[in-house]
């Protein structure tokens, strides 16, 4: 067992409504696939309104990199693509059948076939997707040889989804994941777990990979953090990372040969009545999960966590990669000499407000206002604190906001990703909206390295 | 509460674009954010915010200053009526104070709130809460009897000259509050120094010399203050300088909250007595008639601006280095170049001011370098696994 790698600068934010380990079945009446979440896609539809598809049948493929191709999650009808704006494609939802059928893969024993056969299979099933890369948190290119791949089996963020819970019963599938993965690297599979995880746990039984042990606050569950700490990444190198609930994905194309979508999701968040798992597929609209168990007045609805998550709709659909429903108040109201007040129920990484008297376990009950306008940045040494990298946050930030490739290559943008500034942008006084400026940076230097 | 908000909710349009007093937006959205927190959500990125922000980070350093003020105030008074020779009581020298201190606040506030308010208007920006606390800076570091018009004077240069010509709050190079002392200290070399300002109206017979003035003319130590009369500021000095006390109590606080750099004050004060020890050994070897030598060390702690220097000047976010290693350095010269300006410099007594502008002005080069380690050690990774895979 190698040693424990213990994050310091970081920050736990403990909100009510955390799930509670029970899972409910809920079927939705609508499914979506999102091109949205996936970034730099840029969609061509194979379907039109009204076509009758199965699990697995493909909806759209990526027009610049066509490996890139992705597949409806359940068997049923195309009910609607919907596109916004300049007619950027938004959805292509599909409305379930009662019975689900399956596009058959075939089941042969992936020990028999090559990596080519194996990364074809995944890519004609839509499974493909699952696998990231850094830099630039894009869906991973099959031509690619990544140094290593990487698996963070837990999650640090607020109200995150217990991925023990989830994958529980489910070794021998997250093995075969782990199988696959390690077909299509030269390099190590990385398994990172929480110092202390319960040996009861699924990871511990992995053979083929090589454990890694962290300890401390958010963000020491986000991939970023553990890449930089034990394989950073250089310039030039790609590395892959998936979640757990994605190796499962890809453990059940070949051991069922089927594409099977099925998902935990974690229904979380203060104004839920009762938080608790849903199993449903990737893509579910949230309306039915939710049915009868929100609190009353404004709410915001997440599709991931309030750190990083999306904002969707009442009727909106979770995204690709999510495993978490957030359901927060609304902030939109004005609070008099609220910056001024004592502050017993604010919490705050600062000092100032006397929330810091409670025990560190208090749950807190947050809002979505942003506490305070937009100010010229100031503070100094503050990003630091919960920046766990060794990257000066606030000169690369600076570097994205003067668009200087060479700066932002130098002060290391291709070690991270929008989410671990998330805390960065939580923290920040001057209210400044930093994932966005980080997503502006990764964009740039994108299109600059292609 | 709610009449206030209907209230301002009535008249806002007027306000926003295309109202009667467009111009006037800025001043309306400082004073409704001063009332109100405003109800904008999150959008993208993290939909929870911390509730600190710009007003409440701010309003924590005015918070820490307000114990100097307030005991400026008083030792203004009791400094002019002991120079008198008379006896008084703690209201007689508050009032006396207040009525030579107040003055001075309100017309920092006043003459910097409203440059400030102009160019932000100008520029179609919020007003900057920077401002509150450089306001308040300006008169604890004046000598009592600063003319109000030349307060005026040194607040619009320090605001226009040192901030608003760089692009603003977040833009400066030096720090403001200590432009306006500096431009104080060299415009009017005749009326803001020698041993005259220290006491207001004070007696003509009666010294009134700070412990740095009459070290420069190298009395002997023993004229000195004690120790303990000058850590609790029982002394003639800048409004706000004299009680290292209430100033550290005032870092412990931001410290506490996190709003100041620790690393900052400890430097400058680890730099500052560590020079003062050196020449406390070197002192008798190479000028034995140099008293300024030969004091106790930790007298140039308590001794002028030192302490106030460096809790609340050197550690000013937007001036000072910004990278923590960046920071130690940065504090360490601070406290040196302090005392060696002091002792080494026959024409200057203080040197905090110098020192700390000397340095506003070499933080980004410190900055630049630290940060250039840091490149540097990324480009040797990327070379050695450059060679690794060939």
């Known amino acids: 067992m190698s040693e424990t790698i213990t994050i310091k600068r970081g920050l736990d934010i403990n909100l009510q409504g955390e799930a509670q380990q029970a899972v409910n079945q809920v079927e939705s009446s609508l499914y979506a696939i999102k091109p949205g979440d996936f970034f730099g896609v840029f969609p061509k539809v194979l379907v039109q309104e009204g076509d009758k598809v199965k699990a697995g049948s493909l909806l759209f493929f990526d027009k610049y990199r066509d490996y890139i191709k992705l597949a409806s999650p359940v068997s049923g009808t195309i009910k609607e693509i919907r596109r916004g704006a300049k007619r950027v494609l938004l959805e292509i939802i599909i409305e379930p059948d009662a019975n689900q059928e399956y596009v058959d893969f075939g089941k042969e024993d992936f020990r028999g076939m090559s990596r080519d056969a194996i990364v074809l299979k995944m890519l004609e099933s839509g499974v493909w997707p699952m696998i990231r890369q850094r830099p630039y948190n894009v869906i991973a290119n099959p031509a690619d040889k990544p140094k290593a791949i990487f698996i ?25 994941g782990v199988d696959i993965l390690s077909r299509l690297t030269s390099g190590k599979i990385h398994l990172n777990m929480k110092r202390g995880i319960a040996t009861s746990a699924i990871f511990t039984k992995m053979s083929g990979v090589q454990f890694n ?14 890449i930089n700490k034990i394989d ?44 608790a798992y849903v199993k449903t597929r990737i893509g579910a609209n949230i309306r039915e999960i939710l049915k009868d168990n929100l609190k009353e007045g404004k709410l915001r609805f997440i599709s991931g966590n309030p750190l990083t998550g999306a904002k969707i709709d009442r009727s909106g659909f979770i995204g690709f990669y999510d495993s978490q429903i957030t359901v927060l108040p609304e902030g939109d109201y004005f609070e008099m000499f609220g910056w001024a007040l004592p502050g017993l129920d604010k919490f705050s990484y600062s000092k100032t407000f006397f929330s810091w008297l409670h025990s560190k376990k208090r749950k807190y009950r947050l809002d979505t206002n ?8 100031v503070m100094t040494g503050e990003m630091e604190k919960v920046f766990p990298f060794d990257i000066y946050p606030m000169q690369l930030l600076k570097a994205i906001m003067v668009e200087d490739i060479e700066a932002m290559e130098n002060l290391g943008i291709y070690e991270v990703d929008e989410e671990d500034f998330a805390l960065v942008e939580y923290i920040d006084t001057s209210k400044t909206e930093i994932q966005t400026l980080v997503r502006k940076g990764l964009d740039l230097m994108r299109k600059e390295m292609s | 509460m709610n009449a206030i908000r209907k209230f301002v909710d009535k008249i806002k349009p007027d306000f926003q674009k295309g109202g009667r007093f467009q111009y006037l937006h800025s001043t309306f959205d400082a004073f409704e954010t001063f009332l109100f927190v405003p109800d904008k959500t999150t959008t993208n990125g993290s939909h929870i915010r911390d509730y600190m922000d710009m007003k409440r980070t701010m309003s924590m350093v005015v918070l820490a200053l307000v114990p100097t003020l307030l005991f400026g105030i008083w ?12 006896e008084s009581t703690l209201w007689q020298n508050v009032i006396f104070g207040a009525w030579k201190v107040l003055p001075i606040l309100v017309v920092s506030y006043a003459v910097g709130l409203g440059i400030e308010f102009a160019f932000a208007q100008m520029r179609g920006h919020e007003v900057n809460e920077g401002f509150l606390v450089s306001g308040f800076l300006i008169p604890l570091i004046v000598p009592p009897d600063t003319p109000l018009w030349m307060v005026a004077l040194a607040t619009a240069f320090a605001v226009v000259i040192g901030k608003e010509v760089f692009g603003g709050t977040g833009m400066n190079i030096v720090n403001p509050a200590l432009t306006a002392r500096a431009f104080l200290f060299f415009a009017y070399p005749q009326d803001l120094s020698g041993d005259k300002v220290w006491i207001a109206e004070k007696a003509d017979a009666y010294s009134g010399a700070t412990p740095l003035g009459q070290l420069l003319t190298n009395e002997p130590i023993t004229s000195l203050p004690s120790a303990s009369d000058m850590f609790f500021g029982f002394i003639p000095g800048s409004i706000g300088e004299t009680s290292t006390f209430l100033i550290l109590l005032g870092g412990l606080f931001l410290i506490l909250t996190g709003i100041g750099s620790w690393r900052i004050m400890l430097s400058v004060f680890a730099g500052g007595f560590g020079l003062a020890l050196l020449f406390n050994v070197l002192g008798p070897l190479v000028a034995p008639e140099n008293s300024y030598m030969a004091i106790p060390a930790y007298y140039h702690l308590i001794m002028g601006g030192f302490a106030f220097g460096a809790v609340y000047m050197a550690t000013d976010p937007v001036s000072a280095a910004q990278t923590n290693t960046g920071k130690w350095i940065y504090g360490l010269l601070i406290g040196v170049m302090a005392v060696l300006i002091r002792v080494l410099n026959p024409a200057y007594p203080e040197g905090m001011m110098l020192a700390i502008l000397l340095m506003n002005v070499f933080a980004p080069l410190i900055d630049h370098y630290v940060v250039e380690a840091n490149i540097k050690k990324r480009l040797k990774r990327f070379q050695k696994a450059q060679i690794a895979t060939t």
């Open chain 1, 152 to 176: 963070s089996t837990f999650d640090t963020s607020p109200l995150a989804p217990d991925f023990n819970f989830i994958t529980q019963n489910q070794g021998v599938v997250f093995q075969t």
């Open chain 1, 213 to 226: 042990y962290f300890d401390g606050p958010h963000p020491a569950g986000n991939v970023g953090v553990q």
């Open chain 1, 232 to 275: 950073p990444i250089n310039k030039g190198e790609v590395v892959w990372h998936l979640r757990p609930q994605e190796v499962l994905t890809i453990g059940r194309l070949f051991t069922e040969g089927r594409f099977n979508a099925e998902r935990l999701i974690a229904v979380t968040g203060s104004e839920v009545f009762k938080p």
């Open chain 1, 370 to 377: 942003m506490h305070g306008g937009h100010r010229a940045l």
């Open chain 2, 75 to 86: 030792n203004v008074g009791y400094q002019h009526y002991l120079s008198h020779g008379v």
